[in-house]
């Protein structure tokens, strides 16, 4: 059985599936009698879009003294929104006047984004990350889907990259951040942009890219049957909608911001609607798991919840509707970890969600 973690993309909402993180791996270690245990010990394939991409990087980085050990917790993730998701998104009066308010040029200054991937990653290569992951982007010059692979970057010549150009060029939404132009270990340069603008859920492409793989036990592709997958959207409860009468008369600068938001959330509905299909009608729906506000009822409103809203209001509210969210899975959580510790077992085991 392989197991997969997928995170979707959501900029500052990134906490959200950071903190389900936070009380899955503590599960895992009580259910394992060990504290050291990380996520990265027990799932098999990571993917990840956007804030999502910077996640499973965290928990997939090893340990400068034990590579076969992870440098970071799922605790250590979240902090890294705690503490910086102000520096991420932070603009001055005179970048507002010299973007006009984000019409002219993109929002935010990249620098402190890079200064705190380069904090974290150094030299880190994607090739050296702990398990099998992809990370998407999207190439604006090649005019395509660009899709970073740990795998890829060990076996293939000329796919390899620092991780904080991977973490920085999936994280490049348009409007938000300039694009990312980086370079492979073999000099050869890219423009991408974030992949949120086709796979902000890379569920799908990961389950895909599983599908094409051979299990080693059978000697044949990976069924859907074989996989056991968690994938995790930065979505809230939210009470303001969009108001129709004024978007009547929205022109192509006004749509700009809140399309990319109405984009997102369309392409994360989308994959889970195939993917619960895909996984129900091989008989195994609960070898499936979107855990996003969807999941979950009786639960608090966010009413400020854009993806770049790193006040301290919106990340304390962020980090209090996550709290209440995850509590609220607590059952489904404790169902998850039990077949990630025991994946022998998961065809056995019957679900109460």
């Not at 890294?80 to 998701?85: A, E, I, S, T, V």
């Not at 990370?135 to 795998?151: H, K, L, P, V």
């Not at 195994?284 to 009786?298: F, I, W």
Request: some cysteine; proline content about 3%.
């Amino acid at each position: 059985m392989k197991r997969i973690l997928c995170i979707d993309g959501g900029g500052i909402r990134g906490i959200v599936p950071a903190t389900i993180l936070v009380a899955l791996e503590k599960k895992i270690q009580l259910l394992t009698n060990n504290a050291s245990a990380r996520l990265a010990d027990f799932f098999d394939f990571f993917a990840g879009t956007s804030t999502g991409g910077i996640l499973i990087s965290i928990l997939l980085c090893p340990d400068e003294n034990d590579a076969t050990k992870s440098k970071f917790s799922a605790q250590e993730a979240v902090n890294l929104y705690q503490n910086f998701g102000n520096q991420i998104f932070s603009t001055n009066i005179w970048q507002k006047i010299k973007n006009f308010g984000g019409l002219d040029e993109e929002l935010y200054s990249a620098e402190p984004l890079e200064n705190i991937l380069k904090n974290y990653f150094h030299d880190l290569t994607l090739s050296r990350l702990r398990k099998p992951c992809i990370i998407t982007a999207y190439d604006i010059e090649r005019r395509g889907a660009f899709i970073f692979s740990q795998e890829d970057a060990n076996s293939k010549e000329g796919y390899d990259f620092y991780l904080k150009d991977v973490c920085r060029a999936t994280s490049a939404a348009p409007t938000y951040f300039e694009l990312a132009t980086i370079k492979s270990l073999v000099g050869v340069t890219y423009n991408l942009i974030d992949g949120g603008v086709f796979a902000n859920n890379p569920a799908l492409c990961a389950y895909t890219e599983n599908k094409e793989k051979i299990n080693p036990e059978t000697q044949k592709s990976y069924s859907t049957k074989d996989l056991f997958m968690v994938s995790l959207g930065t979505d809230v409860k939210r009470s303001d909608g969009y108001n129709p009468q004024k978007m009547k008369n929205w022109g192509a600068l006004t749509w700009a911001k809140p399309l990319i938001d109405i984009m997102m959330a369309g392409i994360n509905d989308t994959t889970d609607y195939h993917l619960y299909s895909l996984f129900k009608a091989a008989t195994v729906p609960n070898q499936y798991h979107r855990l996003d506000a969807n999941s979950v009822q009786r639960i608090r409103e966010v009413n400020e919840s854009q993806m770049d809203d790193a006040s301290d209001k919106n990340i304390q509210s962020l980090i209090e509707f996550s709290i209440e969210m995850t509590q609220s899975l607590d059952e489904r959580l404790n169902f998850i970890a039990q077949c990630i510790v025991e994946p022998l077992n998961i065809k056995a085991k019957t679900a109460s969600v």
